[in-house]
């Protein structure tokens, strides 16, 4: 508990602000916030034998131990004590010193856990009760319309500020126009709100009998807010957007931001403000533009020192060599996320091939259909993306190539699944070695999984695993079959 003489402050939302304290660098400002912790379960342990063999058994342990639980734990029989319990809390929500959204039922008996397993990232004996979330009514001011990185117009309510489960709400995405016409919503509107899951505002309805008479019809722009170019909306889409590509400083930022993020270029020290401050003094309209850019430059920058700047620069040259697959899902072309990507590379080999494949090769790629094949194709036929291309590749941006014919895929139709931290290689270097090799990497265990990598730490992928029989192998092995599979190459 806090020292009594600190001064007590509000925080909110108060999951951001436990998250936040926890991250802070300085202890000394984690230790002003009076954080308290609640032990929910024995996740692992080198020997049960002396343990409870109940959930309830064990929390009384943990509290023996001197590790603080949850005061409102309890044990109920059937669904009808089930019932009860939540209702009993529900009727506390509001006097509780902490925020909740619902309770956790769990099956008390463990040998029951073992019996039922879990299903997908989510055991069978244990669910989550949600309570309704909490609604406010408040009244639509405008709607601004908000451009991303691929040029989609996103619909934003600006609201009369009000409060919804602890936090002001002044804003809520309306998603695109057809939500619009559903809601039948206009400016002046009251509208009644709440944030899904607690944590996303939401507009869910029109308080129709308070609309007023002056009530104003939303429009969708004919011009891109940003860069005035010209708004497009095509048959069978619901997304609306602006046709400026590069040209528009809205995309700009944000196709610069995914560049240089990890999955694409993972370019060390270039965050989402100094991408912002470079595209608004107009020192950097390209991604070719970013390897041009120099220490002594960027050192004029505010908050960017000449150290910082020079390691700007380092990161730059080290960014230069990539991966064809990376290469690819940083560009930004629309649908293609990184296993789209990589599922490009492995089928083409090289970028020259894949900039001429008609729509029929691109439709012969795993996972990618008409939808996908159409914006693959329309992306390397634009002629500022062309421009692109061969400004990246002569500022020095390169990666190896290799003959499709000379790849063999040893693990074609496989499905693989990395968990726990691996010492020798990152998890992204081990998921790029197995898609190398032609096998898909999932983020879940399931029957048809072939195998699960466990490195340092693994938790319930490992578990779920062993459950299921599937095949468990560390660290060491991964590393000696990767080399095996590779010499084969």
Known sequence: MPAPWRTATRFSPTRNAAAGSLRQLDPAITDQRPLEFC??????????????????????????????????LAVVEGIDGVVDFCRRLGEKRESLDYDIDGAVIKLDALSDHGVLGFVSRAPRWAIAFKYPAQEQVTRLLDVEFQVGRTGKLTPVAKLEPVQVAGVTVSNATLHNM?????????????????????????????????????????????????????VEKLDGEVDARCSGGLYCPAQRKEALKHFASRRALDIDGLGEKLIDLLVEREWVETPADLF??????????????????????????????????RFIYAIGIREVGET?????????????????????????VADVGPVVAHHVHTFF??????????????????WDEEEIGERPQPLAGQTWVLTGSLESMT???????????????????????????????????????????????????????????????
């Open 340 to 364: 789209t990507a990589a599922n490009l590379a492995r089928h083409f080999g090289t970028l020259e091939a894949l900039r001429h494949a008609e729509l029929e090769a691109l439709e012969a």
């Open 178 to 230: 057809d939500q619009i016409a559903r809601l039948d919503l206009r400016i002046g509107d009251s509208v009644r709100i709440y944030r899904a899951g607690d944590v996303i505002p939401k507009v869910v309805e029109v308080v129709r009998e308070q609309r007023p008479a002056d009530g104003r019809e939303i429009v969708l722009p004919e011009s891109c807010p940003v860069c005035g170019s010209r």
């Open 381 to 398: 036929r634009q002629p500022h993306n062309q421009q692109t291309l061969d400004d990246l590749i002569a500022v020095g941006v390169t």
């Open 292 to 325: 041009r850019l120099e220490a002594a430059r960027l050192a004029e920058l505010p908050r960017l020192a000449e150290k910082s700047a020079n390691n700007l620069v380092n990161a730059l040259e080290t960014a230069k060599q990539t991966t064809l697959a």
């Open 427 to 489: 998890r992204d270097d081990g998921k790029a070695r197995l898609q190398a090799l032609g096998a898909k990497v999932s983020g879940s265990v399931s029957k048809k999984t072939t195998a699960v990598v466990a490195g340092e730490a693994a938790g319930s992928k490992l578990e779920k695993a062993m459950q299921l029989g599937v095949e468990v192998i560390d660290e060491a092995t991964f590393i000696q079959r990767l080399a095996e599979w590779e010499g084969e190459e």
């Open 39 to 72: 032990a929910y379960q024995v996740a692992r342990i080198e020997s049960d034998a002396e343990l409870a063999a109940t959930h309830s058994g064990r929390m009384a342990l943990l509290r023996d131990w001197g590790l603080p639980t949850n005061p409102e």
